[in-house]
């Protein structure tokens, strides 16, 4: 290969990365959902302390389809923020709201790194059916690098009265490396 047709190659590729970068087409919106049925109080009525939505435990974003339908691989994210997190009562569960939690913190928690905060509210309104957390922008490209990154929830509050279903629609922004994607590496 003459050098010229080798410059004009790098060159080729290097503006198509600046180009597909300045198109944001390196940036993923994506979304995660999830399902919680937290069983109503008992003879003992104890606290609520956890809404174990286990599709967020053991959490790997890189099998999202729209990761994987770009072909993106772990070692290609380069950046994850959580940019919200609604939780709701499904109109299902007629009449049921949030006014059995007090507060709600969500953390983001892997092997060998420290808990992070990723979202919380603290004061929840009376009388809703749905709560919109307040994210925290944390940076969680690490805890994405692992095989498997936890949500973990932490409540202060009572068990509801009856059995309440919550649903959990967690948005994620991944910032991943284009120059990976392209080339397959």
Do not use: W
């Amino acid at each position: 290969m003459k050098k010229r047709d080798l410059l004009t190659k790098i060159f080729i590729s290097l503006t198509s990365i600046i180009v597909l970068n300045a198109c944001g087409l390196d940036t993923f919106n994506i979304n995660e959902r999830s399902r919680a049925t937290i069983e109503g109080a008992t003879a003992l009525d104890q606290l609520v302390n956890n809404f174990g939505f286990d599709e967020f435990v053991a959490m790997d974003i890189t099998t999202n389809e729209t990761l994987a339908n770009q072909g993106v691989e772990r070692h290609q994210i380069d950046s994850v923020t959580v940019t919200s997190i609604v939780l709701s009562i499904p109109e299902e569960s007629d009449g049921q709201d949030f006014n059995f939690i007090e507060s709600l913190a969500f953390f983001a928690d892997a092997d060998d790194l420290e808990r992070v905060k990723v979202a919380e509210i603290v004061d929840v309104p009376d009388d809703v059916s749905s709560l919109e957390l307040n994210v925290t922008e944390a940076e969680l490209a690490d805890y994405a690098a692992k095989e498997s990154m936890d949500i973990i929830t932490e409540v202060n509050g009572r068990l509801p009265s009856e059995t309440t279903i919550v649903d959990a629609d967690v948005g994620l922004r991944i910032d991943v490396d284009i120059s990976g994607v392209i080339s397959g590496s």
